[in-house]
């Protein structure tokens, strides 16, 4: 199947600063890239949507100026979050949709970010 | 607004004993349902869907789910469960909101 790579894995910064977490789609075009958090127990809740070369759609609750999402090409989507604070510590997950595949019926997951703001 | 419910958060069962993990949905529309699976470090990996057709789906690693209209149910299931099926499991839906919903996630833990 389709490959999402996701990095880094993991990371640790400090309080203030900005971290930006990459998803590259290998071996697919991805047209539309998605990205979730997870909290501990707690289901994968959708933040943005965004299409190649559009600006993100943010769900609501979700600050855009916070968390900056870029959809540049159709191979790398970037998340960075900014002026991060302990309670954006959380597991950050993309997943690509390519040309061709029907509405949802098959999403690629990148293997996921587990973020740490000290 | 959609929802999907996984309403155990742990299901424990022997190897070789047949498993169920439960999932129900709210939608809009028709349901479009999905069961991923994750392991420790890993992305979420697609097992089955169901968009129409057959109720009984079936999915990779011998896993199958039946669809079941009338209790708007999606339970996930293995005839013989395997240690190595302990992982995250995650139940998936959309109607015509096309925005994918998730279930919490059920824990299941295959012993010997």
């Known amino acids: 199947g389709a490959v999402v790579s996701q990095h880094p894995s993991w990371v640790i910064c400090k309080s203030g600063t900005s971290v930006k977490i990459e998803c590259r789609s290998l071996?697919?075009?991805?047209?539309?890239m998605f990205w979730y958090r997870q909290f501990p127990k707690q289901s994968l809740m959708l933040m943005a949507t965004?299409?190649?070369?559009?600006?993100?759609?943010?769900e609501q609750g979700v600050e855009k100026d916070k968390f900056l999402i870029n959809h540049a090409s159709l191979t790398l989507s970037t998340l960075t979050v900014t002026s991060a604070h302990p309670e954006d510590s959380s597991f950050y997950i993309c997943?690509?949709?390519?040309?061709?595949?029907?509405?949802?019926?098959?999403?690629?997951f990148g293997s996921g970010t587990q973020l740490s703001v000290l | 607004a959609q929802s999907v419910a996984q309403p155990e958060d742990q299901v424990n069962v022997a190897e070789g004993n047949p498993l169920t993990v439960k999932c129900t949905y709210s939608?809009?529309?028709?349901?479009?349902l999905f069961w991923y699976v994750q392991y420790p470090n890993r992305g979420l990996q697609f097992l089955l869907k169901?968009?129409?057709?057959?109720?009984l789906v079936k999915g990779s690693y011998g896993f199958e789910a039946e669809f079941n209209k009338s209790q708007t149910s999606f339970h996930l299931k293995k005839p013989s469960a395997l240690v190595s099926d302990s992982a995250l499991y995650f139940c998936?839906?959309?109607?015509?909101?096309?925005?994918?919903?998730f279930g919490t996630g059920t824990r299941l833990q295959v012993t010997l």
């Open positions: 997943s690509g949709k390519g040309q061709g595949f029907r509405s949802n019926e098959k999403l690629f």
């Open positions: 071996d697919f075009q991805a047209t539309t």
């Open positions: 965004s299409n190649e070369g559009s600006k993100a759609t943010y």
């Open positions: 939608v809009s529309g028709n349901p479009y």
């Open positions: 169901y968009i129409t057709g057959d109720n």
């Open positions: 998936a839906g959309t109607g015509t909101a096309s925005k994918l919903t």
